[in-house]
């Protein structure tokens, strides 16, 4: 994918250094965090924008420096079955390695100039805020983490230590060694599958289909991260029901029916404003060719639809818990994560109880947490080649 990437010219580079590169025989540097392999010459950035060569290494121009901090339901990444009604500390930096013309957050993803606005925000801050908002886990989101994953991993051990989880909200696009070292640091992740024909990764997002694939069925299959997908529907793009069959199949003969999998509706943005937005029937029957296909855990998004956000007991088909937008409605998961109607096990990461956050959404500053004293700084990740 290296001839889909666009190098742009800076002309001073500053970062800390960057893990998954290797030298050319050409003096180039090639990242090796995703597949687009980016060939890069002094003073150029690879298409995500964040990664850089100055001098004789690569470097993350991003760590430290965020797109601003949000608590947010778990609910809203979305998770419906980690540890369901708690608050999460949201948060991303700028930059992406795909070009998404459908992008929901393209003023943060597509930015250039963010990495040297936002302010310092040291690993340690982001989880010692998190803690002292009650916060269960920390979010890498609003653009794809695996791009500032030297930030990230920092950040997920500066968490662990305190107790809270890691959650990673990405397209899954990236190389294996990056992808050990990244989700290595995750507890839970929502993979945005984002079609499932390699056309559609190619033309929208100039993409491939296949290591997403790869990512996902490495995640599921050889790791602990507890994994959940979601696709947005675009009217006439990945929308059609041959092609939703074919995502349900895979995903029940290469993931299992207890994955959990979220279609949610498009809304025209970025480059693509003369889609009209997702018709909830459109929603409605991927969620049934979901069921039908043998999928224990359909939901829809984007749209408020009571029973297809509400979580069912895959034996006796009771609801188990109730969803109202992000609000919980109902819990009717007994000790140990079972049905309290038939005793059966739903597939998830689960309390005795649920949390009590809501559907609230709070942006916070980092600079009203200071640190405490134990919060001692760490240095920034060594780069490794």
């Given at each position: 994918?290296?001839d889909?990437?666009?190098i742009l010219?800076?002309?001073a580079i500053?970062g800390?250094?960057a893990?998954?590169?290797?030298?050319?025989?050409d003096?180039?540097?090639?990242c090796?965090?995703?597949?687009?392999?980016?060939?890069l010459?002094?003073?150029?950035?690879?298409?995500?924008?964040?990664?850089?060569?100055t001098?004789d290494?690569?470097?993350?121009?991003?760590y430290?420096?965020?797109s601003?901090?949000?608590?947010?339901?778990?609910?809203?990444?979305?998770?419906?079955?980690f540890?369901?009604?708690?608050?999460?500390?949201?948060?991303?930096?700028?930059?992406c390695?795909l070009t998404c013309?459908?992008?929901?957050n393209?003023?943060?993803?597509?930015s250039?100039?963010?990495d040297r606005?936002?302010?310092?925000a040291?690993?340690?801050?982001?989880?010692?805020?998190a803690?002292?908002?009650?916060c269960?886990?920390?979010a890498?989101?609003?653009?794809?983490p695996?791009?500032f994953?030297?930030y990230?991993?920092?950040?997920?051990?500066?968490?662990?230590?305190?107790?809270i989880?890691?959650?990673?909200v990405?397209a899954?696009?990236?190389?294996?060694?990056?992808?050990?070292d990244f989700?290595?640091?995750?507890?839970?992740?929502?993979i945005?599958?984002?079609g499932?024909?390699?056309?559609?990764?190619?033309?929208?997002?100039?993409?491939q289909?296949?290591?997403?694939?790869?990512?996902?069925?490495?995640?599921?299959?050889?790791?602990?991260?507890?994994?959940?997908?979601?696709?947005l529907?675009?009217?006439?793009?990945n929308?059609?029901?041959?092609?939703?069959?074919?995502?349900?199949q895979?995903?029940?003969?290469?993931?299992?029916?207890?994955?959990?999998?979220?279609?949610t509706a498009?809304?025209?943005?970025y480059?693509?404003?003369?889609?009209?937005?997702?018709?909830?029937e459109?929603?409605?029957?991927?969620?049934r060719?979901?069921?039908?296909?043998g999928?224990?855990h359909?939901?829809t998004?984007?749209?408020h639809?009571?029973?297809?956000?509400?979580t069912?007991?895959?034996?006796?088909?009771?609801?188990?818990?109730?969803?109202?937008?992000?609000?919980?409605?109902?819990?009717?998961?007994?000790q140990?994560?079972h049905?309290t109607?038939?005793?059966?096990?739903?597939?998830g990461?689960?309390?005795?109880?649920?949390?009590?956050?809501?559907?609230?959404?709070?942006p916070?500053?980092?600079?009203?947490?200071?640190?405490?004293?134990?919060?001692?700084?760490?240095r920034p990740?060594?780069?490794?080649?």
């Amino acid at each position: 994918m290296s001839d889909q990437a666009v190098i742009l010219p800076d002309e001073a580079i500053e970062g800390v250094p960057a893990r998954h590169w290797q030298w050319l025989a050409d003096g180039r540097i090639q990242c090796d965090v995703c597949p687009r392999e980016c060939k890069l010459k002094e003073g150029q950035r690879g298409l995500c924008f964040v990664r850089a060569r100055t001098g004789d290494r690569l470097v993350l121009t991003t760590y430290g420096r965020s797109s601003g901090y949000c608590i947010d339901p778990i609910e809203k990444k979305p998770l419906n079955h980690f540890l369901p009604g708690t608050p999460v500390l949201s948060f991303g930096t700028a930059g992406c390695n795909l070009t998404c013309k459908f992008c929901q957050n393209w003023d943060i993803s597509k930015s250039r100039k963010m990495d040297r606005l936002m302010d310092q925000a040291p690993p340690e801050a982001i989880a010692e805020a998190a803690r002292r908002t009650g916060c269960r886990s920390v979010a890498y989101t609003y653009n794809d983490p695996v791009i500032f994953l030297e930030y990230a991993t920092d950040v997920a051990a500066a968490c662990r230590a305190r107790g809270i989880k890691n959650v990673a909200v990405s397209a899954g696009y990236v190389k294996e060694a990056a992808r050990e070292d990244f989700f290595g640091a995750m507890d839970a992740a929502n993979i945005d599958l984002k079609g499932f024909t390699e056309d559609f990764y190619r033309k929208l997002c100039t993409g491939q289909l296949g290591n997403v694939l790869e990512t996902v069925d490495w995640l599921v299959n050889e790791t602990d991260v507890w994994v959940e997908l979601t696709t947005l529907l675009i009217p006439g793009e990945n929308d059609s029901e041959a092609e939703l069959e074919a995502l349900c199949q895979w995903v029940m003969e290469r993931l299992g029916p207890d994955v959990p999998i979220h279609f949610t509706a498009f809304h025209p943005d970025y480059r693509m404003r003369d889609k009209e937005r997702t018709p909830a029937e459109t929603l409605f029957r991927a969620h049934r060719i979901a069921r039908s296909a043998g999928i224990h855990h359909a939901y829809t998004g984007n749209i408020h639809h009571e029973p297809t956000a509400t979580t069912y007991c895959p034996c006796c088909e009771a609801p188990v818990i109730g969803r109202d937008w992000h609000q919980l409605t109902r819990w009717a998961i007994g000790q140990g994560g079972h049905c309290t109607n038939c005793g059966t096990a739903i597939a998830g990461h689960f309390e005795a109880r649920p949390g009590t956050w809501g559907r609230k959404r709070k942006p916070i500053r980092l600079g009203d947490f200071a640190l405490v004293p134990d919060a001692r700084p760490r240095r920034p990740s060594q780069p490794s080649r």
